[in-house]
């Protein structure tokens, strides 16, 4: 494909990171808990990824805890936080626009007699951290909220609202999904004020197959494997090495540039925009306040499905919104009461430091040829 815009379901690798994961499987293949010379340089090799992500996160390296992705990660921060402490404090506070990670585990949890409040947005679109801070009882053990939603890009206000619920509430455990913000906006777990962080490789040019839960000092998780003692038996089973050598590379690579790429990002987003206001048939979901590495909007007439493929043809990858939907009518855009017709057509575009006005240019001129075969055929 000539041309990849949908770098908020998965990034290319990068150089560092593809070069660090052969190292590790040429080099350093030792099983990390062996007690000889390849089992400790294996170890060293963990620990120099894990201490890198730390640092990233602005915490000690022994509070990341390594998974196979931001999908377990969430998953084991909200399920093993609700066993340690829902069963006196049986509600959960979200948001109605979460990760399928979150959003579907929320379900499974509520089966389980659990009490789930799924704040929604404002009329305009927009998160308030008041209905949050309102949404917490005395019977609330735990409250999630994404940083950056994956769909639309908005940014929800996890700092004002945990800030709030910590100093009311201190018993009441945050976790904050933030896959789509890590390296692309400076993500510090303090800042935060998030007792458990969710974050992903494959979003940062790291490889598939590896994540991490920031777990902060004290908060008690029941894990949802047994096994061994790896991961302080919350995530038993031998190591990914390579995958975490990957993961480790691909953030010491990106830590110090998230400035000019954001930047880059935002001198993107606003071309396409002005492109795309030229077209009075597509709509913006997004908003302007949110990420500049997000854009969904809507083709009028013409279905997601169609008009993607239509796209691909062309050479250019977009998406009709999460990956995990495998396209599914979105819940995200329903919850910002976004009308069905614009959700059946909607698209997402996302960018990456690689991409160029020029490939901006090629996709808004295929999507004019799209809106001339397809609605005419």
Same mark, same amino acid.
């Given at each position: 494909m000539a041309i990849y815009l949908d770098n908020a379901a998965t990034t290319k690798p990068s150089e560092a990171a593809i070069a660090a994961m052969v190292h590790c499987m040429r080099e350093v293949y030792g099983n990390p808990s062996s007690l000889h010379r390849m089992g400790l340089d294996a170890q060293l090799l963990m620990d120099d990824a894990r201490k890198t992500i730390a640092t990233a996160l602005g915490c000690e390296s022994g509070c990341i805890l390594f998974t196979s992705g931001a999908t377990e990660s969430s998953n084991l921060a909200l399920r093993g936080a609700a066993a340690a402490y829902g069963k006196r404090r049986p509600h959960i506070v979200t948001s109605a626009v979460e990760h399928a990670s979150v959003h579907s585990t929320m379900d499974a949890l509520e089966a389980q007699g659990f009490r789930i409040t799924r704040v929604l947005p404002d009329a305009n679109g927009e998160f308030d951290a008041r209905a949050f801070i309102d949404a917490v009882t005395e019977d609330t053990c735990l409250v999630s909220m994404m940083l950056t939603e994956n769909e639309t890009g908005r940014i929800l206000p996890v700092q004002r609202a945990f800030r709030t619920i910590?100093?009311?509430?201190?018993?009441?455990?945050?976790?904050?999904?933030? %896959?789509?913000?890590? *390296?692309?906006?400076?993500?510090? %777990?303090?800042? =935060? #004020?998030?007792?458990? %962080?969710?974050? &992903?490789?494959?979003?940062?040019?790291?490889?598939?197959?590896?994540?991490?839960?920031?777990?902060?000092k004290g908060v008690r998780l029941l894990p949802l494997v047994t096994g061994g003692k790896q991961e302080k038996a919350l995530r038993p089973g031998t190591e990914a090495m390579p995958l975490i050598a990957g993961f480790g590379a691909a953030v010491q690579e990106m830590q110090s540039t998230i400035a000019p790429r954001y930047a880059h990002a935002?001198? *993107?987003?606003?071309?396409?925009?002005?492109?795309?206001?030229?077209?009075?048939?597509? &709509?913006?979901?997004? &908003?302007?306040?949110?990420?500049?590495?997000?854009? #969904? =909007?809507?083709?009028?007439?013409?279905?997601?499905?169609? *008009? =993607?493929?239509? =796209?691909?043809s062309k050479g250019i990858c977009v998406s009709s919104g999460s990956a995990c939907s495998k396209g599914a009518k979105s819940h995200v855009l329903s919850a910002y009461g976004i009308s069905d017709d614009r959700t059946d057509s909607a698209l997402r575009i996302s960018f990456s430091e690689q991409t160029t006005e020029e490939e901006l240019d090629a996709l808004t001129a295929a999507i004019a040829q799209g809106q001339c075969q397809l609605i005419h055929k």
């Open positions: 910590k100093k009311r509430f201190p018993d009441v455990i945050t976790h904050c999904d933030a %896959v789509q913000a890590f *390296m692309k906006l400076p993500v510090k %777990v303090n800042d =935060l #004020n998030a007792d458990l %962080v969710s974050i &992903s490789a494959h979003k940062i040019h790291g490889p598939k197959g590896v994540g991490a839960l920031y777990q902060r935002v001198r *993107m987003r606003d071309y396409l925009l002005e492109k795309l206001a030229q077209n009075p048939e597509i &709509s913006i979901n997004s &908003s302007p306040e949110g990420t500049p590495y997000i854009i #969904n =909007l809507s083709i009028q007439g013409i279905r997601s499905e169609i *008009m =993607l493929h239509f =796209l691909e």
